[in-house]
């Protein structure tokens, strides 16, 4: 490829305000997939990012954003992702965990107490450990900066979830990962593997009668249409690591990498800041289209959790060091 014609390319599209948009073929052109609406902050976050990288690359790179499921469910786009026919997703470290399952420890019921400790694992040796395990188990890696899902809630359209025994035989979507399973079975409910993009269907046909997602995700799929109450029960904290197959990222030079390193990681910082004000906002608003409100008694799920075996469980298959380090930042668990 001849250098003078990759510059003009860029100066003509510098010129024009159109990096971003496929007016000019770009040296680099990659898809990042995702499974979340386009008014989350996932995507808001992703679509500033994407203009970024074009205009530090000066428009060698362009980056496709396919989100809402458009390529297909989690399943289905970890299954592209791994071989290359996506070449970015981000995912939850726990379904992540489907493939490499040391990324679920960051999932553990009641592990985290606030956001202090959740940045203080996940940008520190938590996150390294895990980060390590994805690239020595997968074709991919993460970048260093995980996105924000948020603390999850449970809703479902039966009846108020107030103690873990209000749990006992409601059925419950949860996302196929064996460490959901596992903690929903452990409180006596019977969970069901659905994958998000199937979320809301199955609600509203009552194949199952709820599930739990974060708010900034109940609001903006619009579950609070086909649910009637709302427990906030914060029973675990998720985000999305921000996933890149590896060969694919290898195809850019150094400095290009540079370059959507910077962006992917301060775009997931601020993508932390838009979902913790939302999800610190939204109980209002949904209260205003119908959904009911209310607390729980924590304890509860925490007792019924370690009677069933759940911690040492999955101490066990961890391993010591991995929980050592959980609880490193969590303080004692098990
Ligand atoms: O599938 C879910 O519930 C979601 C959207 O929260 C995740 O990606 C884990």
């Known amino acids: 490829r001849s250098f003078l014609k990759t510059a003009s390319v860029a100066s003509a599209a510098a010129a024009t305000g159109l990096y971003g948009t496929s007016a000019h073929a770009a040296e680099f052109t990659f898809k990042y997939a995702n499974n979340l609406p386009v008014s989350?902050?996932?995507?808001?976050?992703a679509k500033e990012m994407a203009a970024k990288i074009a205009a530090d690359s000066k428009g060698r790179i362009e980056l496709q954003l396919y989100p809402n499921n458009q390529l297909g469910t989690d399943t289905d786009m970890l299954s592209q992702v791994r071989a290359g026919a996506?070449?970015?997703?981000?995912?939850?470290?726990?379904?992540?965990g489907t493939l490499v399952p040391a990324a679920q420890?960051?999932?553990?019921g009641f592990a985290f107490k606030d956001y202090d400790q959740v940045w203080a694992a996940m940008d520190g040796e938590l996150g390294v450990h895990v980060r390590k395990?994805?690239?020595?188990?997968?074709?991919?890696?993460?970048?260093?900066?995980?996105?924000?899902n948020g603390y999850r809630q449970i809703t479902n359209s039966t009846r108020p979830i107030k103690t873990a025994d209000d749990l006992k035989g409601m059925k419950l979507r949860v996302p196929p990962s064996p460490l959901w399973t596992s903690m929903f079975r452990a409180v006596e409910s019977a969970p069901t593997s659905i994958n998000f993009a199937e979320v809301y269907s199955a609600l509203q046909t009552k194949i199952v009668e709820g599930q739990e997602n974060p708010l900034a995700i109940i609001s903006t799929a619009k579950l609070y249409e086909v649910q009637k109450y709302c427990s906030i029960t914060n029973h675990?904290?998720?985000?999305?690591?921000?996933?890149?197959?590896?060969?694919s990222f290898e195809k850019l030079p150094k400095d290009l990498q540079d370059v959507m390193t910077r962006a992917i990681?301060?775009?997931?910082?601020?993508?932390?800041?838009?979902?913790?004000?939302?999800?610190?906002s939204l109980v209002g608003e949904m209260k205003g289209k119908g959904l009911?409100?209310?607390?729980?008694d924590a304890d509860s799920f925490r007792a019924k959790l370690r009677s069933a075996g759940f911690y040492a469980e999955w101490k066990k298959k961890?391993?010591?060091?991995?929980?050592?380090?959980?609880e490193k930042y969590t303080g004692k668990l098990a």
């Not at 395990?133 to 924000?148: G, M, V």
């Not at 675990?236 to 060969?247: A, Q």
């Not at 009911?292 to 729980?296: E, P, Y």
Request: no cysteine.
């Open 292 to 296: 009911a409100f209310n607390d729980i």
């Open 236 to 247: 675990m904290w998720d985000g999305f690591w921000f996933l890149g197959n590896k060969k």
């Open 40 to 45: 989350h902050p996932m995507n808001t976050r």
């Open 133 to 148: 395990q994805i690239e020595a188990k997968s074709t991919l890696f993460a970048f260093e900066k995980i996105w924000d």
């Open 86 to 96: 996506i070449d970015f997703f981000t995912l939850s470290p726990l379904i992540l």
């Open 265 to 280: 990681n301060e775009a997931g910082m601020n993508q932390r800041g838009d979902v913790r004000k939302l999800n610190d």
């Open 318 to 326: 961890f391993g010591d060091e991995p929980w050592a380090l959980l």
């Open 105 to 108: 420890i960051s999932g553990i």
